[in-house]
């Protein structure tokens, strides 16, 4: 696929790289293609020096919702071109940007108060649709839908421009050539000897050999065994083995019962393919004996860790599920994007417990009116600051993936100039 949606939550460093040389220096020429600031003069601001004030035209919407403003309110988008045809125009680009905000509800066509948003390009076959998630009306654009329609909206494109590429579904098992030979039995005989037949073809006669078989050619024809002197836990090990090489060449192989390893054995551990709900039982029992509230706040960190956390890995895991069945078939839609809904789900309660770190520090300690009560201020512009605290523009600078798994991090605007590794290509 090579349509990539992210989330970022620091737009200014986002623009930085988009308009800066890039990790490989592979950014030419970034200019701006099309874009919708409702009134803030986006042309003029997208010179290196301006980036800064942008970023704030384009956060404005978000800034106006105070602490109601989600913790990665910058939507991104990455298309990429087919290598093999000619680039498509700037003005073609624009065309893609503006169809693709409208699909996925980012700026629907005729909608007065849509989201703000811009799109550039940096690179040749390539643009970057850059939104924030607050719309002009107060209200805030819900993107649980988002890939289904980008993807829906991209192979209408796909088939009018012919200049996009799509992918083409994957071939079924059932459509795959298989071997045009005779089913081949594996089965032991009265004599105690374990007997391989229908195996004529040199193909299976070559895998059998390499598994362990003898070959015998006579009056009954071409057979394979295993002599009666192989002890039976060899044969069972042989036989299994050679009917999984088989199989995997496409072969139709009956093994007898007696000769499957896998039903004569049961698994060691029957929750070993659970191995991840295994470890958060144990994170589950270091956050039950944490002794106070440090010890808590690093055993949660394990849950809640922005990009190795289990919520994250949960989250990707659902997204990437949903992206799959679509893969797999078109026509499952609906079950993909209950997936989707899913990892918005799981990344509302990320955003729930964003900067949770300090008060579970405080957990057991000191109660929270007698520790603040010394630092209270009556001061307006005290409690407008501590306010705006929450908002992306002091928020710390993090860009995570949110809909097709890509995790890229970006500094704090305060301790240094705003830099991110720039959007999955």
């Not at 605290?389 to 100039?417: H, L, M, Y």
Request: contains cysteine; glycine residues 6%.
């Amino acid at each position: 696929m090579i349509a990539h949606l992210q989330r970022a939550s620091n737009t200014a460093g986002l623009l930085a790289y988009l308009y800066g040389p890039g990790e490989r220096g592979d950014h030419v020429n970034p200019r701006l293609v099309a874009g919708d600031g409702h009134g803030a003069p986006i042309e003029l601001l997208t010179e290196p020096g301006s980036l800064s004030y942008l970023a704030q035209a384009l956060d404005a919407p978000v800034e106006r919702l105070g602490a109601r403003a989600p913790a990665r309110p910058t939507w991104v988008c990455s298309v990429r071109s087919d290598p093999r045809l000619p680039d498509l125009t700037d003005a073609q680009w624009a065309d893609v940007a503006r169809r693709l905000v409208s699909a996925t509800g980012i700026a629907p066509d005729g909608d007065p108060d849509a989201c703000r948003w811009i799109a550039l390009r940096n690179q040749l076959r390539q643009m970057h649709v850059v939104a924030t998630l607050a719309r002009e009306d107060g209200g805030l654009h819900h993107g649980y839908r988002d890939a289904f329609r980008l993807q829906a909206e991209y192979r209408r494109i796909a088939a009018e421009l012919g200049h996009l590429t799509t992918a083409s579904p994957p071939t079924s098992r059932a459509q795959e050539t298989s071997v045009p030979a005779p089913p081949i039995t594996i089965s032991s005989e009265f004599s105690g000897s374990v007997v391989a037949k229908g195996a004529n073809d040199d193909l299976s006669a070559v895998i059998l050999k390499h598994a362990g078989f003898q070959q015998i050619q006579d009056w009954h024809g071409r057979r394979h065994r295993l002599p009666t002197t192989t002890p039976v836990a060899d044969q069972v090990a042989i036989a299994s083995h050679a009917a999984e090489m088989l199989r995997a060449a496409r072969y139709d192989v009956a093994l007898a019962p007696s000769l499957d390893v896998a039903r004569m054995s049961t698994p060691a551990n029957p929750l070993e393919s659970y191995a991840a709900g295994a470890a958060l039982l144990q994170i589950t029992d270091e956050i039950r004996s944490a002794a106070n509230g440090e010890g808590l706040r690093r055993a949660v960190d394990q849950l809640l860790h922005p990009e190795h956390g289990a919520l994250e890995r949960v989250r990707e895991a659902l997204e990437v599920a949903g992206e799959h069945i679509n893969d797999l078939d078109d026509e499952a839609y609906r079950l993909a994007d209950r997936f989707g809904f899913a990892a918005d789900f799981v990344c509302s309660a990320q955003s729930e417990l964003v900067d949770s770190e300090d008060e579970l520090r405080r957990v057991g300690g000191p109660s929270r009116s007698e520790a603040e009560a010394p630092t209270r201020s009556s001061n307006p512009s005290a409690s407008r600051s501590a306010a705006l605290a929450v908002s992306p523009a002091a928020a710390k600078a993090e860009i995570v993936t949110s809909a097709f798994g890509n995790d890229v991090v970006e500094s704090r605007p305060s301790a240094r100039p705003p830099h991110a590794s720039g959007p999955r290509r």
